[in-house]
């Protein structure tokens, strides 16, 4: 018996995600609330078995024809098949990074702040102590600096995308740690934090902030954005 051909058609795989969208109450506002799937399944849905940049871009203009966007964006050029893809209706949220201005891994991250200690405004007064900072039970805060003059420890956790709600516990076990360890090296100044993440994420946001505001924690919380500027070197123009 002959195998039937499967049928291409990119409008499915269109058709199925505007249905997630227009089933939720309110447009995603961060990527734990938009409907999500690994690349591989948009292209089964699209009736497609293979990975191709032709058949991303048609995809890609037909969500766009539909209002609807991706994170990452499916011309991206690191994608692979088993990459998680977000959809937002048209605009996103205008806080929304493009994937092209986030970094690949926290690794990335961490090497870019920490080469970069010096120039950067959120860091300012502030020395860098260490990197990957044990603090006890296992746990390892991304950077731990303190702060030149009072001598306040300041604990900063990375998240090179968009956070999930682990960070809040997580948050509250390093502020205790840090809470605990200024106490022990006898900072009177104690502790504060910095969250840095790629995404914004309004529920985690209110979580956290409550959790500061029961436990008397002082967290603030940043959007980092990777731009690379590129000038005509002198002599070539």
Request: a positive charge; one cysteine or more; charged letters at 30%.
């Amino acid at each position: 018996m002959a195998r039937k051909k499967k049928i291409q058609d990119v409008s499915r795989a269109v058709a199925f995600y505007n249905t997630k969208l227009a089933s939720l109450a309110h447009p995603p506002q961060s990527l734990a609330q938009a409907p999500d799937s690994r690349l591989r399944v948009v292209l089964q849905k699209a009736g497609y078995s293979r990975m191709h940049p032709n058949i991303l871009e048609r995809l890609r203009v037909a969500l766009d024809e539909a209002g609807i966007e991706t994170f990452p964006s499916l011309d991206d050029p690191g994608l692979d098949r088993d990459t998680r893809i977000y959809f937002f209706h048209s605009p996103m949220p205008a806080s929304f990074a493009p994937s092209r201005a986030l970094f690949d891994t926290e690794r990335q991250l961490e090497d870019f702040l920490v080469n970069n200690f010096a120039a950067l405004p959120v860091f300012r007064g502030l020395r860098l102590r260490g990197r990957q900072y044990p603090l006890g039970q296992g746990r390892r805060i991304d950077l731990l600096c303190e702060e030149k003059r009072g001598g306040r420890l300041v604990g900063v956790e990375l998240k090179h995308h968009g956070p999930d709600k682990g960070l809040v516990t997580q948050m509250r076990r390093y502020m205790t740690d840090l809470t605990r360890l200024a106490k022990q090296q006898d900072r009177q100044t104690g502790a504060r934090g910095i969250v840095i993440t790629g995404q914004p994420d309004p529920d985690v946001a209110a979580d956290l902030r409550d959790v500061c505001s029961r436990h008397g924690y002082e967290v603030d919380w940043r959007l980092y954005r990777a731009t690379l500027k590129l000038e005509t070197a002198p002599g070539w123009d």
